[in-house]
């Protein structure tokens, strides 16, 4: 394994931004790094799932991570977070679905989020699947989804709001 330290990220909203399920148990995330130039950045992408300690009886399980997923140097176009912004608007006033690739064509590493339906989830017109598809190279290839609903998708379209923010602020 090996001793080097992942990027390291401030913790301030203004560098991340975040979607959950309806639930509440799974967590996506990716944090700003430094920018890779003018229209790209480096960023933390996680992916958190709690749910009840496995072994025992339910009734005296606790919720404890069930999986962390953590991809430490993902390239993603700010553009491709503004064109985000706007699918997931669309999605909230009429209920399209969409899939946008976040990361550069030419990075050798792909990561699509998507709002769909999916027939792995129980899903409604006003619940659809968030999915993330990641893939790098040949090496590896994943897919995580859960279920949202309008509040969820309002909260992680607040918390890009604040990203791009920062960003465009960080220019001036």
Known sequence: MSSEKPLMISDAPCNRWSISSNSGR???DIA???RIDARTCLCAVALRRSFWARGGTLASANM??????SLAQVPVEIAAM??????????????????RQVTPESAGQK???SVCHDPGLIYSADKPAFK?????GASMSAKWM???DQSCIWLAMESIKGVLEGLSDTEK
């Open 26 to 28: 799974e967590q996506f």
């Open 32 to 34: 700003i790094g430094s």
């Open 64 to 69: 404890t991570v069930d999986y962390e997923i």
């Open 82 to 99: 503004e064109d985000l912004l706007v699918d997931l608007g669309r999605w909230r006033d009429d209920a399209t679905h969409f899939e």
């Open 111 to 113: 990561l699509v989020l």
């Open 132 to 136: 993330i598809c990641y893939s790098n």
């Open 146 to 148: 859960f279920v949202v």
